[in-house]
């Protein structure tokens, strides 16, 4: 890419043709991320409250007047934490994202809780009731800042975004703000390059974030961009041209002024993949006795719209590539497999993988419960057996592994998952190169704090509906 000392000028252009609207867009702008910031104040206020009357339900009152009264105090905790102005400085804002802050957050309402009423031994909480407490403030702090997340997208129109590149990078980066909403992006302009920017200054009229995606990127590109948009209030993303320095790095680091991307080429602790088995075992265990009623609610009513059988299993690829039968509630006609052929040939595909989003072959019944991902809870006894685990790469039929390229196979380096990235960027919309890309960059950063997070994101994902068929 060029320099782009040629901005100078045009940057004043642009400041003349910002004089009368300038004020308008900043204080637009501050108006989006204030209400923002306001709304997750009267979230974590509303869930104070919410625990003040559940104390004062079961006769802390005292305790209960504490809560009220200290609120001021534990809302400015929560802007300490950053809990108020991450979202200003992100491009996607996920309630998920900041559950560590909210577990101190709660930790930190429960402590002073006890601290503050110790002397009053008759009011005092007991180990349960702080336990009750703690746990309750991360329940409801979740609940409520994610609605409050949602509530603000519904009222605040999506912010304005430049995106300056061209190519394949420009298209992933636009493609993205259409697949995941809670971006909160609309792309009103791309230009190429830099260049054709500082040629039309007035695109800067109506922008509120500059997304920089060049295949090819300048230091004195970005540096040129920085003051321009602090000065007129726009926000800067830049997109790196080298995914695969990017792709892994687990950690952006400093020393000085110097950064340092810090990478997982080590191998996966046996304490880490200990525990991710055991949180597999106790979270199947627990799913299957509290959805057994929904297990026969479902059961029984595919035996009443389409009859036997009520399950379909089907021999898939897992672990380094170990055949293990996989097990879903039936979705399509009992003679499905033996129709494959009428609706795809597997040896003419483009890629090993498909996925149709209107198969003929899907009644009615199992078009519902794909999309609420109904289908899949029998998997729960794959995951108990040890075959699949809660998070990874979603298992592929035998026939289409076979078909795979040596750059396709390290997706069976873990086992496969109930849910796992493709399900949370995208599902059924990903193509094949996009599905290798979040699987790829999921297993070599394989973390337990990882899966706890896919599984977060699971859940609204599940609720949505979006990319199932």
């Not at 493609?175 to 190429?192: A, M, N, Q, W, Y």
């Not at 026939?399 to 040596?406: A, F, G, I, Q, T």
């Amino acid at each position: 890419m060029t320099d782009v000392h040629t901005l100078e000028a045009p940057a004043e252009a642009a400041t003349h043709v910002r004089e009368i609207h300038g004020r308008q867009f900043r204080e637009r702008r501050y108006w989006r991320d204030s209400l923002r910031r306001r709304l997750l104040a009267a979230a974590d206020a509303v869930v104070l409250l919410a625990v003040a009357l559940t104390l004062a339900a079961s006769g802390s009152m005292i305790a209960a007047s504490a809560f009220v009264v200290l609120a001021p105090l534990w809302l400015l905790v929560a802007k300490l934490c950053g809990q108020y102005d991450r979202d200003h400085k992100v491009l996607r804002h996920l309630t998920v994202d900041e559950i560590p802050s909210i577990v101190f957050w709660a930790l930190s309402v429960t402590a002073t809780m006890t601290v503050v009423l110790l002397p009053l031994e008759e009011v005092g909480l007991t180990d349960s009731d702080r336990l009750y407490v703690w746990l309750l403030v991360i329940a409801l702090a979740i609940v409520f800042r994610s609605g409050a997340r949602r509530l603000w997208r519904m009222v605040t129109p999506a912010e304005r975004a430049l995106i300056v590149g061209q190519g394949e990078l420009s298209d992933m980066t636009a493609r993205k703000t259409g697949l995941f909403p809670d971006i909160h992006v609309e792309v009103r302009c791309r230009v190429s390059s830099v260049d054709e920017l500082a040629a039309t200054p007035a695109l800067l009229q109506d922008v509120d974030r500059i997304v920089l995606a060049c295949d090819s990127l300048s230091e004195r590109a970005v540096s040129d961009l920085l003051p321009i948009c602090r000065r007129d209030g726009i926000k800067l993303s830049v997109v790196p041209p080298v995914r695969a320095v990017f792709g892994t790095a687990t950690q952006l680091s400093h020393v000085a002024e110097l950064p340092v991307l810090d990478y997982n080429t080590w191998d996966i602790s046996r304490s880490t993949l200990f525990m991710k088995r055991a949180l597999d075992f106790g979270v199947a265990v627990l799913a299957l006795v509290l959805l057994a009623p929904l297990f026969v609610l479902v059961a029984l009513a595919i035996l009443a719209t389409s009859g036997r059988p009520v399950l379909f299993s089907q021999r898939r690829a897992g672990q380094s590539g170990r055949p293990f039968r996989m097990w879903k509630f039936r979705t399509m006609v009992a003679d499905a497999e033996a129709r494959l052929d009428e609706v795809v040939s597997l040896h003419d595909l483009e890629h090993p993988m498909f996925k149709l989003r209107f198969d003929p072959r899907t009644t009615r019944l199992g078009r519902l419960l794909r999309r609420t991902s109904l289908d899949e809870l029998p998997q729960l006894l794959n995951v108990l057996r040890g075959d699949m685990s809660l998070v990874g790469p979603r298992p592929e039929q035998l026939e289409l592994v076979e078909r795979y390229e040596p750059e396709h196979l390290f997706r069976l380096a873990v086992k496969p998952g109930l849910t796992g990235p493709m399900q949370i960027y995208g599902r059924g919309e990903l193509t094949f190169q996009e599905r290798l890309a979040v699987e790829r960059e999921y297993i070599e950063s394989l973390s337990l704090g990882r899966d706890l997070r896919i599984l977060g994101l699971t859940i609204p994902v599940i609720v949505s509906g979006r990319g199932a068929f």
